[in-house]
């Protein structure tokens, strides 16, 4: 279903540092500790800038909207493969969709690793895999099962990717803790628009500003509910079609 535009006036303060359209030179960033960023850092070892070109999405663009007007209701997951998150409350949620079999989505776990540990008391992180238990014990890359710390869930029939139009992954989405409205969306690692600490950290710094504490709710905004899917419903269907984001394909995104 489609949302209504989406107004959050106490938190216009983080959109003024929040550069989301913003091209930086490949040369100019330093990816070191930053492994996730291993197509930026190849760009930069051959010398060459990031294209100057507008951000891409793989899905439809639901940025300022409700999470909950989006999806018709709430985050739905199939099963948690470790601890889901006990309480969100006051945090913002970051939450992204992947499968074990994208080279994209493995490289981007280390990043939601990074943001888990390093922005634990403002942030939570929820990874949604689109493949079950199965593909993730056998799945390939530095990163093992046994490596993921992040609320780890299974949603083979895709609810959340669904209703939000995603049709190239990883996709992401950065929820706010007020109204559940949705400030960031897309490809954490897309060259050029990556969700890089240096951007996160600038959103996240606004929670301890008195301003903005002053209006966070004792309850979450939206919920993360666990129920098995219905597969005669129409957004709740494998979509087998599925692939890994590529640019070919990609709609541009006007900030």
Partial sequence: ???KLFQIPVLLVILTVFPIATQVSAQAQDNAGQPWLVETAEIAKKGIPIPNRPQMLWANSVRFQNIT?????????ERWVNE???NFAGKFVLVEVWATWCPPCRRSLALLEYFHEKYKDELVVV???ETDEDALKKMEGPTKLADIKVPLAVDTYRRFANK???WGIPHA?????ISGAILWEGMPTQIG????????GKILANLKKPAVIAKLPQTAPFEIKTCPPDPNKPNEKPKTEMRSAGEEDGITVEK
């Fill in 127 to 129: 990874s949604i895999c």
């Fill in 164 to 166: 939000l139009g995603v």
């Fill in 1 to 3: 279903m489609k949302s």
């Fill in 84 to 86: 889901p998150p006990k």
């Fill in 193 to 200: 628009y990556e969700l890089s600490d240096e951007k996160l």
């Fill in 69 to 77: 007007e989006v999806l018709g209701g709430p985050i739905e997951v």
């Fill in 173 to 177: 989405v950065l929820i706010e803790p």
